[in-house]
């Protein structure tokens, strides 16, 4: 047998060649399309991850504040109970002083907070009120008549003039 080589027209030669780079170019585009679909998902990737780690560094620094704020939570509970029941005396002591100096009775002062009680003996100072000559609620002035602001002050002004 001899070396048999069988031509091929040339013009099927670059038909092929031409089919060929034809298909190059779409699958380098396709390559293209694709490595930027990739470089973009991996930018992504990357933003997300550093992302994460910035959440993650941010989470362990709120950790170590909490746990130095753990005993100024409790310090603070601590003192909120303390300040609770030195209002508490002091509004006791507030109606005690009222009652003693005044002579105001009991039930009328109670269930009144602070600021009230304070407004009270403030009133009572400036109508100059000694104690036992008439009563600020008005219900010891006569039948159980109820007083405003304005007559009590000028009852009391009237009781001072005397």
Not at 20 to 38: I, R, V
Not at 45 to 52: C, D, I, Q, V
Not at 65 to 94: G, H, N, T
């Amino acid at each position: 047998m001899a070396d048999e080589t069988k031509m091929v027209p040339e013009a099927d030669l670059l038909a092929v060649k031409a089919r060929l780079k034809q298909e190059t170019e779409q699958l380098k585009t396709q390559l293209d399309e694709m490595s930027q679909k990739a470089d973009t998902h991996y930018s992504s990737l990357l933003a997300e991850k550093a992302a994460k780690e910035k959440v993650t560094a941010e989470l362990e620094e709120l950790k170590k504040e909490a746990e130095q704020l753990r005993p100024l939570s409790a310090a603070k509970e601590q003192a909120a109970k303390r300040i609770k029941e030195l209002e508490d005396m002091l509004l006791d002591v507030k109606i005690k002083s009222l009652i003693q100096v005044h002579k105001i009775p009991a039930e009328k002062l109670s269930g009144k907070t602070l600021a009230e009680l304070n407004a009270i003996d403030e009133a009572l100072k400036l109508v100059g009120r000694e104690a036992g000559r008439f009563d600020v609620t008005g219900a010891g002035i006569g039948a159980g008549a109820k007083l405003s602001a304005m007559e009590k002050l000028k009852v009391g002004f009237d009781q001072l003039k005397r």
